[in-house]
């Protein structure tokens, strides 16, 4: 689908352009003056593709796993970014640094994961926390 391949060239292209700011701001930027603009910027650019698929009244199959498969790519590559020198915890800890200072990440992680799971998953996954 047109639609699919646009929106992750898109994200991709994204994603390519925080990496360079992330490489050159990194050697100049105190730590946390550093990591709250990349926060900035990764809340941007996951706001502009988490506002269509909260909108949607209805998500295929297809679609769903589509969503999944960028999302989670998306955060993945965007945590990388977060990385310190005494980062620790492997990509649970960067999630953790990088969602104190993106707001959206938490979301977006989330919404990649539901989009794999039925709605008695979700429903056990509420009552359980």
């Known amino acids: 689908v047109s ?16 990496r360079h700011l992330s490489q050159a701001w990194k050697k100049v930027l105190s730590r ?15 706001v502009l593709f988490l506002e269509p698929v909260m909108k949607a009244f209805e998500i295929s199959d297809p679609a769903s796993r589509f969503v999944h498969y960028l999302f ?3 955060v993945k590559s965007s945590a990388e970014w977060f990385r310190t020198d005494d980062s620790s ?5 960067l999630f953790k640094v990088a969602a ?19 709605l008695d998953d979700i429903q056990r996954g509420l009552e359980e926390g």
């Not at 639609?3 to 925080?18: M, Q, S």
């Not at 104190?100 to 039925?118: I, N, P, S, Y």
């Open 72 to 74: 989670l790519e998306a």
């Open 32 to 46: 946390n003056v550093y990591h709250i603009a990349m926060g900035n910027l990764v809340d941007t650019v996951f």
């Open 89 to 93: 915890g492997g990509a649970e800890g």
């Open 3 to 18: 639609e699919w391949d646009d929106a992750e060239t898109a994200l991709k292209a994204a994603i390519h352009h925080l």
């Open 100 to 118: 104190t200072h993106a707001v959206e990440f938490e979301k977006l992680k989330a919404v990649g994961q539901f989009m794999l799971m039925r």
